[in-house]
């Protein structure tokens, strides 16, 4: 997991469409990220955009990954590279 949306969220809905890879979703109260297909926007932007765009600065850093690890799951993500088992 990279990062993850706090209960602070007000459920405003700017998130969601920001994120490339389709990892925000709304969950059962507030939004989410799904840990798998988070890269922290590693092969699209420079910076997290859900981190960019959040009013109310609820999307923390969760458990620290290298750019390499968050690049790799973008290659796997985007269709560039086959997932190992």
């Known amino acids: 997991m990279s990062l ?3 209960d602070e969220c007000i459920n405003c809905d700017v998130c969601e469409p920001e ?6 979703s709304q969950g059962e109260e ?3 990220i799904d840990p798998n297909l988070c890269t922290e926007c590693v092969g699209h932007y420079d ?5 960019q765009v ?3 600065d609820c999307i923390p850093l969760g458990i620290k ?3 390499e ?3 790799e799951r973008y290659l796997i993500i ?3 590279k086959e997932a190992t088992a």
């Not at 994120?19 to 925000?24: K, S, V």
């Not at 910076?47 to 981190?51: A, K, L, R, S």
């Open 4 to 6: 993850l949306i706090t």
């Open 19 to 24: 994120c490339p890879n389709g990892a925000i």
């Open 30 to 32: 507030i939004y989410v």
């Open 47 to 51: 910076e997290p955009q859900c981190q």
């Open 54 to 56: 959040c009013p109310v």
């Open 65 to 67: 990954e290298t750019k």
């Open 69 to 71: 690890q968050l690049y």
């Open 78 to 80: 985007s269709g560039q």
